[in-house]
């Protein structure tokens, strides 16, 4: 599993699929959610605003990236 750092104590779902090169750009972010594609920690989840926190683990399409 790729482990992607971040800056801070949280980041949103959106800029994390960005920042961990899951999506191209911002646009792809809204219906990879709105399909259900998106999990956070095992659960789907449809919302951009999310706040992950380091050890969440997000996964798209099988491949999955922890938030460090």
Do not use: H, W, Y
């Not at 750092?5 to 961990?20: E, N, P």
């Not at 911002?26 to 926190?53: F, I, S, Y």
């Amino acid at each position: 599993m790729r482990e992607v750092a971040i800056a801070g104590d949280g980041i949103r779902l959106g800029q994390f699929l960005k920042l961990a090169d899951l999506v191209d750009s911002g646009g792809d972010v809204k219906p990879l959610l709105a399909a259900g594609l998106v999990q956070v920690n095992g659960e789907v989840d449809e919302r951009r605003g999310r706040q992950l926190r380091c050890g969440d683990v997000v996964t798209v399409a099988g491949v999955e990236v922890r938030v460090a």
